[in-house]
């Protein structure tokens, strides 16, 4: 909202100045006085003017590299004004509001903001110069900002204040523009797995029956709906001037569960109101992106489900790093529920072995344990984080055959990760 008296202190001066030379040209009949005040409200006026006749805003537009933040993760802003003047103006503030979720990192404050943001960022906006055939004025300011909550927050409104030459009359434009800013969970780069049996070792273990060497010797086929871009044979297709696949591998997929518990009775109330507000749900969200971008690295296709089985995603294949940044966006608004599924989810392991299984819970307890026993023998790698584990719930889970590890909201993950995978099952890391 735009000031109700325009003036600055300068302009204000000038104006009572005038005012007093009047009243005493009028009173004494020393007509220079009359002069002085006539040139000062001249002044004043033709300042009004050149702010408020002659000059407009035209709008802005603001870019925000990277597009998606993870918390914690520094974003440049970028934001062009465009401003027409047929008349000098004096140097001048800009004002860009961020709405709690982001903070500003001023450029001589390493620090910030911090905290959970909010407030604005600001700088000077330089003098512009005389446009007297009315061309527009580009102004491009920058300034840095941190996620500091997940979720979707936006930048904006603008506003830019400047101030005649003179110093005397100040003018603030406000541009509503807003810019939408999504922040996903940390992600927390994960040691590899090593020195793990069998097919827990990811990639490292894929077998092919494919004949023959390298991929110059597969037959190539035409392409078909649904088949992976990954999977088209360049040569071939510059060859027949259509696209050419690969033929199908017979290989061991190796693949990957990491199941998050998304019951709000396990977390808090805030955790459902809303994205960001409950920190034992964070690190959860923190360890489960972490640990499906470290399992896709290693080569899993891996597959984020809630503890009913309810698939959090299209499995990501590994090695697909834009799938799990996809995972992450999807992840910025993600909400606890009401419902609590933990118990059903041994039923959807049942069978023979598969690969590693990663189980991520906030509250856990003795019968939590219980329920989820049958679910480490059918793993090679089985794996359970919890925030907030009760009593001795981890050592009994433990003994069932996890290896298990506490993450307390706030938390360093990587040495939850690094000891949980090392060690043998039946020991517990705190």
């Not at 007093?20 to 005040?37: N, S």
């Not at 518990?261 to 808090?268: C, E, V």
């Not at 023979?352 to 939590?368: E, L, N, Q």
């Given at each position: 909202?735009?000031?109700?008296?325009?003036?600055?202190?300068?302009?204000?001066?000038?104006?009572?100045?005038?005012?007093?030379?009047?009243?005493?040209?009028?009173?004494?009949?020393?007509?220079?006085?009359?002069?002085?005040?006539?040139?000062?409200?001249?002044?004043?006026?033709?300042?009004?003017?050149?702010?408020?006749?002659?000059?407009?805003?035209?709008?802005?537009?603001?870019?925000?590299?990277?597009?998606?933040?993870?918390?914690?993760?520094?974003?440049?802003?970028?934001?062009?004004?465009?401003?027409?003047?047929?008349?000098?103006?004096?140097?001048?503030?800009?004002?860009?509001?961020?709405?709690?979720?982001?903070?500003?990192?001023?450029?001589?404050?390493?620090?910030?903001?911090?905290?959970?943001?909010?407030?604005?960022?600001?700088?000077?906006?330089?003098?512009?110069?005389?446009?007297?055939?009315?061309?527009?004025?580009?102004?491009?300011?920058?300034?840095?900002?941190?996620?500091?909550?997940?979720?979707?927050?936006?930048?904006?409104?603008?506003?830019?204040?400047?101030?005649?030459?003179?110093?005397?009359?100040?003018?603030?434009?406000?541009?509503?523009?807003?810019?939408?800013?999504?922040?996903?969970?940390?992600?927390?780069?994960l040691p590899p797995l090593t020195n793990l049996p069998g097919e827990a070792g990811g990639s490292r273990h894929t077998s092919s029956n494919e004949l023959g060497q390298g991929t110059d010797n597969l037959i190539p086929r035409a392409y078909a709906p649904g088949d992976s871009m990954r999977r088209i044979h360049w040569r071939a297709s510059a060859h027949r001037d259509e696209l050419m696949v690969?033929?199908?591998?017979?290989?061991?997929?190796?693949?990957?569960?990491?199941?998050?518990?998304?019951?709000?009775?396990?977390?808090?109330?805030?955790?459902?109101?809303?994205?960001?507000?409950?920190?034992?749900?964070?690190?959860?969200?923190?360890?489960?992106?972490?640990?499906?971008?470290?399992?896709?690295?290693?080569?899993?296709?891996?597959?984020?489900?809630?503890?009913?089985?309810?698939?959090?995603?299209?499995?990501?294949?590994?090695?697909?790093?834009?799938?799990?940044?996809?995972?992450?966006?999807?992840?910025?608004?993600?909400?606890?529920?009401?419902?609590?599924?933990?118990?059903?989810?041994?039923?959807?392991?049942?069978?023979?072995?598969?690969?590693?299984?990663?189980?991520?819970?906030?509250?856990?307890?003795?019968?939590?344990?219980?329920?989820?026993?049958?679910?480490?023998?059918?793993?090679?790698?089985?794996?359970?984080?919890?925030?907030?584990?009760?009593?001795?719930?981890?050592?009994?889970?433990?003994?069932?055959?996890?290896?298990?590890?506490?993450?307390?909201?706030?938390?360093?993950?990587?040495?939850?990760?690094?000891?949980?995978?090392?060690?043998?099952?039946?020991?517990?890391?705190?």
């Open positions: 909202m735009g000031r109700l008296w325009p003036l600055t202190i300068r302009g204000t001066g000038a104006m009572l100045l005038g005012l007093v030379c009047l009243v005493v040209a009028a009173d004494r009949g020393v007509v220079e006085l009359l002069y002085v005040a006539m040139l000062l409200f001249a002044v004043v006026a033709a300042a009004v003017v050149s702010l408020y006749a002659v000059r407009r805003a035209d709008g802005i537009t603001r870019t925000v590299e990277p597009d998606v933040l993870t918390v914690g993760q520094e974003g440049q802003v970028t934001v062009r004004v465009s401003l027409r003047a047929a008349i000098a103006s004096g140097q001048g503030m800009w004002r860009d509001t961020l709405s709690p979720g982001l903070a500003w990192r001023s450029p001589t404050d390493v620090a910030g903001d911090g905290g959970r943001g909010g407030g604005a960022a600001r700088g000077v906006f330089p003098a512009l110069g005389s446009g007297l055939r009315g061309e527009a004025h580009t102004v491009d300011v920058d300034y840095r900002i941190v996620g500091a909550r997940r979720g979707v927050h936006t930048l904006g409104p603008l506003t830019v204040s400047s101030t005649d030459p003179f110093g005397l009359v100040r003018r603030t434009h406000v541009l509503s523009e807003r810019t939408r800013v999504i922040v996903a969970p940390e992600v927390v780069d690969r033929q199908e591998e017979q290989e061991s997929t190796p693949a990957a569960t990491v199941v998050l518990d998304l019951a709000t009775g396990r977390f808090s109330p805030h955790a459902m109101r809303g994205a960001g507000l409950d920190d034992g749900f964070e690190s959860a969200l923190s360890a489960c992106i972490s640990i499906v971008a470290r399992l896709v690295r290693e080569g899993y296709t891996v597959t984020a489900t809630d503890s009913d089985g309810r698939a959090l995603a299209d499995p990501l294949e590994g090695g697909d790093l834009a799938a799990v940044e996809m995972l992450g966006t999807s992840f910025a608004t993600l909400v606890t529920r009401r419902d609590d599924h933990l118990a059903d989810l041994a039923p959807l392991f049942t069978g023979g072995t598969s690969g590693p299984v990663v189980v991520i819970v906030g509250r856990f307890d003795v019968a939590d344990a219980a329920a989820l026993a049958p679910v480490a023998h059918h793993s090679s790698l089985p794996l359970l984080f919890a925030v907030s584990p009760v009593d001795d719930a981890l050592p009994r889970a433990a003994a069932h055959g996890w290896r298990v590890a506490s993450i307390p909201a706030g938390a360093d993950l990587v040495p939850a990760w690094q000891q949980a995978v090392e060690r043998e099952a039946g020991h517990v890391v705190a």
